[in-house]
Structure formats: C-alpha cells, structure tokens
C-alpha cells in the first residue's frame, strides 16, 4: 500500500512562491505516475498538474500553466510542485495523487497541505 505524505504548504503574499513535496512509501515510486490537484472552499477538487516519468512527460491545467512545475526525485522518492506567481485564486488545500502505470485512476491520496496566497 502506497502512502502519500505532502508538506511545504503555508501563507504566502500574491506574487510569491512555495514549492510543495509529497514523499512516497510503501511502493516502487518509479511504477507510479504522480498528480497535484487542489481543492478551493466550496469547490470540487480539480487537477493541477502530472507527470509520467516513463514517457518524460508533464501536463498542467491551465490556469497553472507557466506558473507551476511539477519534478520529482526517484532517489527520495518524493514529488515536487514548485509554485510561482501565486495568485490569490491559488488558495486551496493540495493533495499529491499516485497512479500506477497499469491503471488510468489516481488510487493513493495524501492528506494535503494548505497554501494561502494573501492579496
């Protein structure tokens, strides 16, 4: 059973930045294909942004894109967001999400970390 811990949330003034980690355990990182989505007060959760480090491919949503970037390190097997030019619209809390390579569903969830961008 994968678990997904997230840290490096926090407040932040608009226009700054915070880079969020997500450390993994309990499987072959590298089997995984990793997420960040977020979740606003009131509001569904929606993506943000994935990796699939067997093709060396990213994907963002828009409204990140250009902004955020998502690395990881497979020696730590941690996942990176790294944020940039956060906007008030950042606030939410954020989840890491696994998925492993054979199936098409986020299956392993983190407990998410809070980011607060401040106007």
């Known amino acids: 059973q994968v678990q997904l811990v997230e840290s490096g949330g926090g407040v932040v003034q608009a226009g700054g930045s915070l880079r969020l980690a997500c450390a993994a355990s309990?499987?072959?990182?590298?089997?995984?294909?990793m997420g960040w989505f977020r979740q606003a007060p009131g509001k569904e959760r929606r993506f943000v942004a994935a990796?699939?480090?067997?093709?060396?491919?990213?994907y963002y949503s828009d409204s990140v894109k250009g902004r955020f970037t998502i690395s990881r390190d497979n020696t730590k097997n941690t996942v990176y967001l790294q944020m940039n030019s956060l906007k008030p619209e950042d606030t939410a809390v954020y989840y890491c999400a696994g998925r492993h390579y054979t199936g098409s569903a986020y299956n392993y969830w983190g407990q998410g970390t809070q980011v607060t961008v401040s106007s």
């Open positions: 990796d699939n480090w067997r093709r060396g491919s990213t």
């Open positions: 309990g499987g072959s990182f590298t089997n995984y294909g």
